[in-house]
């Protein structure tokens, strides 16, 4: 290792000019290379504290001959980095109405520190926001012999999870609920389920008890995490041991373990606000270090909000373009990452006054980058500002969306309304009239029906409206457009025939969600019927509302045995995620039809609907898939193509009958020939196969 020696001593330390390219605290044995970045400061000092403790035990002025351009880089000798916390002090002037917040007696958390202290015990607050310290990371995580699944964006089943949320409740059966080593413990069940990839919810460092409030005698805490208190540290709070020196370890051995069991991993991640808040939000991070470069600022220094949360980043701004570039370097480098979802990802396309861009910055210099050049690129292509990009957002072939619009088109064609079975057609068959394929690739639409910001699945089809009154804003949060339907009683019910048609429409959008083009997305539990008991925004209930209650697996058994069949069924045909070889009969790989084959004639009362898949499979044999939709709640006829001699149409997935794995559908289903008569509100899910 190349030594450095000291060439002044200041305050009692020796030390050195740094290494201005490390940002960070970077150690070198008991030699630490401290680099921090500030446009506008005058000076800048590094402040070192004992662990845990308030106040610093020594404050150590960067020369001003240590700065070059915008830098200050020094080498602290003899630092003890197990038993060391840090921060930053800088100076420089303080006018608000110009973005300007400099305080010199204000400690300032590095926004590259690897590791946070202040909350690192779920629930306990430590001191106020002065209390978050850097930690000086040295973790040395053993990847041994690491291959990373190589799985197209196409092929992804994928499951989104509240990392506290999967494992709390005391029904999940792990040994450390809530926690990373939890969802290890569970990888046997993912794969049972079939999922190949885990989209996990912030894991960046917040604060939990930002905004902590009672209400109703109940503990209301920034559960889901999306206010950002440090972008490069994992969440201390979901490891299930304290990692001195190694924050991370653990999340890295669930990423290397899910990996390992062909599952990726990707991060939800949040650049379009971060937890300071607006004018009237503490000042703990970014303002403190350069609060005019980091954020959308009005004219007289006030916060723009597009991002619904009191400030927004200044993503194009040349800086922070670099700080989020970094930022995610360093999670697919030290975490072996394979992809992320971007929180309220149009506010990353626009420009530092706040009007949209053509060609962001930021996010081509993301979709060109060579570190990330093999990871997923998935934007949440909307913002709280009204800018809508689904099927707009700037891609240049390496950006993935989520498909806002297969959620609002198969919501509504499902629960029977009118006038929308062209448009779900559009949707299953890969959303191609958005999505061209010359202009955005194959890899472009990640398709769901629910995730974690609204109803879960079962109480899509339990509530017609939002209960939000457990939040305490008198149930005017969340979402109001929720396209639901309560199956004809509001919440639980006794009624066995409602129960019934809630679980028969649980299956129905499981059936079509895993039957179209483009990945698979859904939330935990809905595989189980999970509930928030009406709840459509359960962003700050640390409770029953927004945990997994394992119970309810046994409960409605039938339906994840209906869902792990399906997601291995879809694995088996591949002409279900991608165009194949023409099948035999020359049918188009994907084709629309209504009560008749190929009849493409809707209606406004249109509500039956099939889709044949058709195409050849790895054998060169013919490979083909017919989903056929009832929304109607009468029973339907469809008639079916006709097939080549010695072919016939079989039944593999019916959704008005219980659901066993194995069992033959076929006696099932009332049949004249190539017509099938399908139940009100059920799917068929058919293969053409040889005859027996």
């Known amino acids: 290792?190349?030594?450095?020696?000291?060439?002044?001593?200041?305050?009692?330390?020796?030390?050195?000019?740094?290494?201005?390219?490390?940002?960070?605290?970077?150690?070198?044995?008991?030699?630490?290379?401290?680099?921090?970045?500030?446009?506008?400061a005058e000076a800048c000092s590094v402040v070192l504290f004992h662990r845990k403790a308030k106040e610093p035990f020594a404050v150590i002025p960067i020369p001003e001959h240590y700065r070059i351009g915008d830098t200050w880089s020094i080498m602290i000798f003899q630092i003890d980095i197990y038993e060391t916390e840090y921060c930053y002090r800088l100076d420089g002037p303080y006018h608000p109405e110009k973005g300007l917040l400099f305080d010199k007696h204000r400690n300032v958390l590095d926004p590259y520190a690897r590791a946070v202290t202040g909350q690192s015990v779920w629930g306990e607050k430590v001191g106020d926001y002065g209390c978050y310290h850097g930690r000086i990371y040295s973790g040395q995580f053993d990847w041994g012999e690491f291959h990373q699944p190589k799985t197209p964006l196409s092929d992804l089943i994928i499951y989104e999870m509240h990392v506290r949320g999967f494992t709390k409740h005391e029904s999940s059966g792990v040994k450390h609920p809530g926690t990373f080593?939890?969802?290890?413990?569970?990888?046997?069940?993912?794969?049972?389920?079939?999922?190949?990839?885990?989209?996990?919810?912030p894991v960046f460092e917040f604060d939990e008890m930002d905004g902590a409030r009672i209400h109703d005698g109940k503990q209301l805490l920034n559960y889901w995490g999306y206010h950002t208190t440090c972008f490069f540290a994992p969440n201390t709070s979901y490891s299930s041991r304290i990692e001195f020196n190694h924050e991370g370890d653990e999340l890295k051995?669930?990423?290397?373990?899910?990996?390992?069991?062909?599952?990726?991993?990707?991060?939800?991640?949040?650049?379009?606000?971060?937890?300071?808040?607006?004018?009237?939000?503490?000042?703990?991070?970014?303002k403190g270090l350069d609060n005019s470069v980091y954020y959308m600022l009005t004219p007289d220094g006030k916060y723009y909000n597009f991002s619904g949360c009191g400030n927004t980043f200044n993503c194009n701004h040349p800086v922070v373009q670099q700080f989020i570039l970094d930022?995610?370097?360093?999670?697919?480098?030290?975490?072996?990452?394979?992809?992320?979802?971007?929180?309220?990802?149009?506010?990353?396309?626009?420009?530092?006054?706040?009007?949209?861009?053509?060609?962001?910055?930021?996010?081509?210099?993301l979709a060109f980058d060579p570190i990330l050049s093999k990871v997923k690129l998935i934007a949440e292509a909307w913002d709280a500002g009204g800018l809508y990009q689904v099927g707009s957002f700037p891609s240049w072939k390496r950006w993935a969306e989520w498909n806002g619009k297969f959620r609002d088109d198969l919501r509504a064609f499902l629960k029977g309304d009118d006038g929308r079975a062209w448009n779900a057609a559009q949707r299953i068959m890969g959303s191609r009239d958005i999505y061209p394929p010359e202009l955005r690739g194959n890899n472009v639409s990640v398709n769901f029906l629910t995730c974690h910001d609204g109803f879960t699945l079962y109480d899509l089809y339990s509530y017609n409206h939002k209960h939000n009154e457990a939040n305490g804003w008198n149930n005017t949060d969340g979402d109001n457009a929720c396209d639901s339907w309560n199956c004809g009683e509001e919440g639980e019910t006794q009624n066995q025939e409602i129960q019934n048609l809630r679980i028969r429409m649980v299956k129905n959008a499981f059936a079509v969600l895993l039957c179209s083009r483009g990945a698979a997305m859904f939330?935990?539990?809905?595989?189980?019927?999970?509930?928030?008991?009406?709840?459509?925004?359960?962003?700050?209930?640390?409770?029953?509302?927004?945990?997994?209650?394992?119970?309810?697996?046994?409960?409605?058994?039938?339906?994840?045995?209906?869902?792990?069949?399906?997601?291995?069924?879809?694995?088996?045909?591949?002409?279900?995620?991608?165009?194949?070889?023409?099948?035999?009969?020359?049918?188009?790989?994907?084709?629309?039809?209504?009560?008749?084959?190929?009849?493409?004639?809707?209606?406004?009362?249109?509500?039956?609907?099939?889709?044949?898949?058709?195409?050849?499979?790895?054998?060169?044999?013919?490979?083909?898939?017919?989903?056929?939709?009832?929304?109607?709640?009468?029973?339907?006829?469809?008639?079916?193509?006709?097939?080549?001699?010695?072919?016939?149409?079989?039944?593999?997935?019916?959704?008005?009958?219980?659901?066993?794995?194995?069992?033959?559908?076929?006696?099932?289903?009332?049949?004249?020939?190539?017509?099938?008569?399908?139940?009100?509100?059920?799917?068929?899910?058919?293969?053409?196969?040889?005859?027996?």
């Open 327 to 365: 930022c995610l370097r360093h999670w697919v480098i030290e975490y072996r990452v394979d992809g992320f979802r971007f929180d309220l990802a149009s506010i990353l396309g626009r420009s530092e006054d706040g009007s949209p861009m053509a060609n962001p910055p930021l996010l081509k210099n």
């Open 523 to 692: 939330p935990a539990g809905d595989e189980f019927c999970n509930t928030q008991f009406g709840n459509n925004n359960v962003y700050c209930q640390d409770n029953i509302t927004a945990w997994l209650d394992w119970n309810r697996l046994e409960q409605f058994r039938e339906v994840f045995d209906f869902v792990s069949d399906l997601t291995a069924f879809r694995k088996a045909h591949k002409i279900l995620r991608e165009d194949t070889e023409p099948c035999s009969m020359d049918f188009p790989c994907m084709s629309i039809h209504n009560s008749l084959p190929w009849n493409q004639e809707f209606r406004n009362d249109t509500h039956v609907l099939g889709i044949l898949f058709a195409g050849q499979d790895e054998d060169k044999q013919d490979d083909l898939v017919f989903l056929g939709i009832n929304a109607h709640w009468e029973e339907q006829h469809m008639q079916l193509p006709d097939l080549a001699p010695g072919l016939d149409w079989s039944v593999q997935f019916y959704t008005n009958v219980p659901h066993v794995s194995g069992q033959d559908y076929n006696p099932l289903v009332r049949r004249e020939g190539n017509t099938f008569w399908i139940a009100p509100r059920s799917v068929l899910i058919l293969t053409g196969s040889r005859k027996a």
């Open 1 to 40: 290792m190349q030594q450095y020696y000291p060439t002044e001593k200041i305050n009692g330390f020796y030390v050195r000019p740094g290494l201005y390219l490390l940002n960070g605290a970077t150690p070198f044995g008991d030699v630490v290379n401290f680099t921090v970045r500030s446009a506008n």
């Open 253 to 286: 051995m669930l990423i290397k373990k899910l990996n390992e069991n062909g599952i990726q991993v990707f991060l939800d991640v949040v650049f379009n606000h971060t937890s300071e808040g607006d004018e009237h939000g503490p000042a703990f991070s970014f």
């Open 181 to 201: 080593d939890g969802i290890i413990q569970k990888i046997p069940y993912l794969k049972q389920l079939g999922v190949n990839a885990v989209e996990l919810m």
